[in-house]
Nanobody, 124 residues
Framework: QVQLVESGGGLVQAGGSLRLSCVAS????????MGWFRQAPGKEREIVAA????????YYAASMKGRFTISRDKAKNTVYLQMNSLKSEDTAVYYC?????????????????WGQGTQVTVSS
């Protein structure tokens, strides 16, 4: 059974930092693209960042570039999202997801597996 388990969310002041973790289990993800998405109340789910499990190539949404860093630790089967210089508009539920390496990694419908989400709240 495939599981993606996120952790690391919480309440932080604007300008602060958080690091989210996603532990993946239940299958081999070597050909997968791992993504972080977020969804704020009343808004659609949007891509934050993505990384190829094998080579570590990365993608960032424009508004996150320079502030967020995605990485993975193969030995720990874990994907991270380091978030710096947080803004109130970053408040959302953050999800980890796995794409089997097909379709657009920006499109959430191409992801097969999802975590339960972790809440990030940034106070101004």
């Amino acid at each position: 059974q495939v599981q993606l388990v996120e952790s690391g969310g919480g309440l932080v002041q604007a300008g602060g930092s958080l690091r989210l973790s996603c532990v993946a289990s239940g299958r081999t993800f070597s050909t997968y693209v791992m993504g972080w998405f977020r969804q704020a109340p009343g808004k659609e789910r949007e891509i934050v960042a993505a990384i190829t499990w094998s080579g570590g190539a990365t993608y960032y949404a424009a508004s996150m570039k320079g502030r967020f860093t995605i990485s993975r630790d193969k030995a720990k089967n874990t994907v991270y999202l380091q978030m710096n210089s947080l803004k109130s508009e970053d408040t959302a539920v953050y999800y980890c997801a796995a794409n089997p390496g097909s379709g657009s990694y920006i499109d959430p419908t191409t992801y097969d597996y999802w975590g339960q989400g972790t809440q990030v709240t940034v106070s101004s």
